[in-house]
């Protein structure tokens, strides 16, 4: 097993992918490292993605103050820079490696053959997408909540009460 390979086994989406089908998808990638460098910047064009298979990756934003913060910091294993995908032509944060890190680099029009494909590696391929998407959905579902709590519009418990009649139907 190469280190392509390797990396995209340990992917979240691909628990229980055949080696073969892995093994296929693996060549659309490439392998790269980088070390404290931006793989892109916010504003780019959305032109590839990232599988980051070692260290992390740092996620920024640059406010209408000009002024960039950090808003997220992403460990291996993870799908990166997948906004494109999902029809985001320009690039809507910085990603910045963190240290050292080793990534699989594919290409849009690689990513858009994927998507378009049948057979195995097509359905691996989106499978990894759409644990990719549903993950960060999940974050963000989170930190609103949070944000819900702290202005006061949510409390930060449920009573047994409560939770028994959010999932009851009326």
């Known amino acids: 097993m190469d280190e392509r390979q390797h990396i995209l ?12 089908t892995i093994a296929a998808l693996s060549r659309l990638f490439n392998l790269r490292q980088y070390e404290k ?9 959305a032109d590839r993605m990232w599988v980051l298979g070692s ?19 992403v460990s291996a294993p993870a799908l990166i820079g997948f ?3 999902m029809g985001v032509p320009k690039r809507t944060a910085t990603l910045r490696a963190e240290g050292c890190i080793d990534v699989l680099e594919i290409s849009a029009e690689d990513i858009e053959k994927l998507l378009d494909g ?3 590696v097509a359905a691996a391929f989106r499978r990894v ?7 960060q959905v999940a ?6 909540a949070k944000l819900a709590v702290a ?12 939770l028994i009649a959010s999932i009851t139907l009326h």
């Open 9 to 20: 086994s340990s992917l979240p989406g691909l628990e229980g992918t055949p080696v073969e």
């Open 37 to 45: 460098l931006e793989l892109c910047r916010q504003g780019d064009e």
């Open 55 to 73: 260290g992390q990756v740092v996620v920024y934003r640059l406010l209408s103050t000009r002024k960039n913060i950090e808003i997220a910091r």
């Open 83 to 85: 906004a494109g995908t």
């Open 118 to 120: 049948e057979g195995p």
């Open 129 to 135: 997408l759409i644990s990719a998407v549903s993950r």
């Open 139 to 144: 974050t963000t579902n989170a930190n609103i």
């Open 151 to 162: 202005l006061g519009l949510a409390k930060t418990e449920l009573s047994e009460e409560d």
